[in-house]
C-alpha cells in the first residue's frame, strides 16, 4: 500500500508539474545540464536560478530600473560575486539590508554559492535594533543599499572588522557589488560542500525580531503551490513584495525555479506596478496585502490606463487583507487574487481562491495539500466547526528552530502558528488575531479583528486597528484607532454608536482615536507597539 502511496504521489507531482510547463520539451543534455546544476547548489534555496541558466540562458531572468538581466548574465556575474566575497576572507554569515533590486538577488545566490548562511534585514531597522541581530546572528559582513549608510555605521560602531559592501549606490562607494563582479567576470568560485541557511526574521511588530533558519521545501511544497495558484513556467512575475521579508523570499526563489522572468523596483509605487504588469506583460503579481490598498486608493481615472488583462493571479500574504478591497479589485482587474495564510516558521498554510474570497473575503483559505490544520483549545482539545481555538498546523516547510535555538510550541507533531481562528464548514480557515492579541474586558474576551471589521464596515472608516490596553477596573479596556475616508464627519460618538449596533456593548472600544494613517512595517503589517505607547501615553 506505501508503495502504491508513493507511486501515485509521484504521478501527481509529474502531472502538476507538467501542466505548469516545468517538465518541458528539452534535450536530454539540457536536462543533464539542469540537474547538475542544481547539484551545485546543494539544492538549496537559490539551485533553480543556476537551473534557469541552463534551461533559457537567453531569457530575461531580471528586470530592475537598471535594465534586463539575461539568466546566463545573473550566472556568471553571481560567479564573479562568490569569487570576490572568497577572495575577501569567505564570511561565514552575510547580512543583507537591501531593497528589491539585482544587488539583493545577486548577493543572496553568491552567498549560497560559497556556503555562507544569508541573514535577511528589514529595510526599515534602526541601528540599536539592526546591530542586535547582526551581533546575534554573528554577521561577519554585511551588504547594504547606500540610503542605509547611516544605520549601518551606528550598528556596526563596535565592529570595525565587520565586511561592509554596498549593494545599490547612486555615488562613489568604495566597495560595491558590481564593482566586485566586474573586476571577477571570468572568475569561478570554490564550491563549498556546506549548504547555505536562510536566515529569515519575525516580523517583529512588538519586540525584536527572531531568527528563524529555513533550508529550503522540497516537491511537495512545490506541487502544493501550484496545484492551488496558477503559476506557469517562463513567463513573466513582477515581484513588489519585499525580498527580505519571508513571503517576497519565497516568491523570488519559486519564480526562479520556473525560470519566471522577475521583474521588480527598488520602492513600491502602485501606478508604477500597474504599468510593469502591462508592459511586460505579467501573468503574475506578487505583493503585501496594503499594495492593493494602495492600489485602489489610486483615482478611478488613474486605474482606467491600465487593464492588468495578462494577468493570472495576484498573491498577497504577510498581514490581513481588508475585504473590501479584495472585492473591489477583482472586480476592476479580474478575479485573480489569492490570499496566502503563510508563516516564517511553518512556511505555506493556506490558499485562498478567487472563489473562495467571493464567498468569503475575509478567509485565509484552505489548507495546502500536504497540510493539516487542526483548531485546538487550551487543553489540546480539537474544537468543532466555528469554534475559535489556536491553529496548530502539520506540514512539510516547517523551519528549522529560531537560530537561538528555541522553537515554537508543538503539540505531538502540530506547530502552533501563534494565530487563532476557525474552519467553517466548507474546509475554509478564517484566521482572527494572534493568540497574544486577545483582549480580556470585565471577564470578557474580545478579538480585535471583529471590532476592526466592524469599525471599517462604517462608511467614512478607511482602515481600523484595535488592542487592548491595561485597565485597572476592567483588567484592560479596547482602545480603537481609525483612518477616516476623505471628507468624512463621522465623530467618535457616531463610531462608537455603530459598533454599538453590531456587537456586544462590552466589545465597544473606550477610546477611538483618530489618524491620518495606521503605522506599518515595509510588510504591511500595523505595528500595534506604537499604537500601544499612542493608548498608553494618552490614557486618561
Known amino acids: 500500500m506505501a508503495f502504491v502511496d508513493r507511486v501515485g504521489a509521484t504521478l501527481g507531482l509529474v502531472t502538476t508539474m507538467a501542466r505548469a510547463g516545468v517538465i518541458a520539451p528539452m534535450r536530454p543534455d539540457r536536462y543533464v545540464r539542469v540537474a547538475a546544476a542544481m547539484a551545485r547548489e546543494n539544492m538549496g534555496v537559490t539551485s533553480g536560478f543556476a537551473a534557469a541558466a541552463q534551461r533559457c540562458p537567453d531569457r530575461a531572468g531580471l528586470i530592475d530600473e537598471i535594465g534586463t538581466l539575461t539568466w546566463r548574465e545573473i550566472d556568471r556575474r553571481t560567479d564573479a560575486l562568490a569569487a ?113 541557511r536562510t536566515i529569515l526574521l519575525t516580523s517583529g511588530t512588538t519586540g525584536t525580531p527572531k531568527g528563524a533558519s529555513h533550508s529550503g521545501g522540497g516537491p511537495d511544497t512545490l506541487k502544493a503551490i501550484l496545484d492551488r495558484t496558477p503559476w506557469h513556467a517562463e513567463e513573466t512575475t513582477v515581484i513588489v513584495a519585499p525580498m527580505f521579508h519571508a513571503w517576497g523570499f519565497s ?34 503579481l506578487c505583493v503585501v496585502p496594503v499594495m492593493f490598498d494602495r492600489i485602489m486608493d489610486l483615482p478611478d481615472a488613474v486605474r482606467a490606463r491600465y487593464s492588468g488583462r495578462t494577468l493570472r493571479f495576484a498573491a498577497a500574504s504577510g498581514s490581513r487583507m481588508r475585504p473590501d478591497v479584495v472585492t473591489a479589485f477583482m472586480d476592476q482587474f479580474g478575479d485573480v487574487v489569492y490570499n496566502n495564510y503563510n508563516a516564517t516558521e511553518a512556511g505555506m498554510i493556506a490558499t485562498a481562491t478567487p472563489a473562495d474570497l467571493r464567498a468569503a473575503p475575509d478567509t485565509a483559505g484552505r489548507p495546502a495539500e500536504g497540510t493539516d490544520v487542526r483548531i485546538l483549545d487550551p487543553e489540546f482539545r480539537e474544537l468543532q466547526t466555528g469554534e475559535v481555538g ?97 471628507g468624512s464627519s463621522a465623530g467618535v460618538d457616531d463610531l462608537k454608536a455603530h459598533v454599538r449596533e453590531n456587537l456586544a456593548n462590552y466589545k465597544v472600544p473606550r477610546s477611538i482615536t483618530v489618524l491620518e494613517g495606521l503605522p506599518r512595517g515595509s510588510t504591511g503589517k500595523i505595528l500595534r507597539r506604537e499604537l500601544s505607547e499612542l493608548a498608553t501615553r494618552d490614557a486618561p
Open 390 to 486: 489556536t491553529i496548530y498546523v502539520r506540514n512539510s516547510t516547517q523551519f528549522d528552530g529560531y537560530t537561538s535555538g528555541a522553537t515554537k510550541d508543538f503539540h505531538e507533531d502540530y506547530m502552533s502558528s501563534g494565530d487563532v481562528g476557525y474552519l467553517d464548514d466548507t474546509g475554509r480557515l478564517f484566521v482572527v488575531g494572534r493568540d497574544d492579541e486577545m483582549i480580556v474586558s470585565g471577564g470578557e474576551n474580545v478579538y480585535p479583528i471583529e471590532v476592526e471589521k466592524t469599525l471599517a464596515a462604517h462608511p467614512e472608516v478607511a482602515e481600523a486597528a484595535v488592542l487592548g490596553v491595561d485597565d485597572a477596573e476592567y483588567g484592560q479596556r479596547l482602545a480603537a484607532f481609525v483612518v477616516l475616508t476623505d
Open 84 to 196: 570576490a566575497l572568497q577572495e575577501l576572507g569567505a564570511p561565514r554569515v552575510i547580512g543583507i539590508m537591501a531593497r528589491n533590486h539585482r544587488g539583493f538577488v545577486e548577493s543572496l545566490i553568491a552567498a549560497n554559492r560559497i556556503g555562507a548562511d544569508v541573514l535577511l534585514l528589514n529595510t526599515s531597522f534602526a541601528g540599536p535594533a539592526l546591530a542586535e541581530v547582526v551581533t546575534r546572528e554573528g554577521a561577519d559582513a554585511v551588504i547594504y543599499d547606500e540610503e542605509f549608510t547611516a544605520t549601518v555605521d551606528r550598528a556596526l560602531a563596535d565592529s570595525p572588522d565587520t565586511t561592509r559592501i554596498v549593494a545599490w549606490t547612486d555615488g562613489g562607494a568604495d566597495l560595491t557589488v558590481e564593482g566586485l563582479i566586474r573586476s571577477h567576470l571570468g572568475d569561478q568560485p570554490e564550491r563549498s560542500s556546506t549548504k547555505s
Open 251 to 284: 516568491q523570488l526563489a519559486f519564480a526562479a525555479s520556473l525560470a519566471c522572468t522577475i521583474v521588480t523596483r527598488r520602492k513600491f509605487d502602485p501606478e508604477a506596478t500597474l504599468a510593469l504588469v502591462d508592459t511586460h506583460r505579467a501573468t503574475g
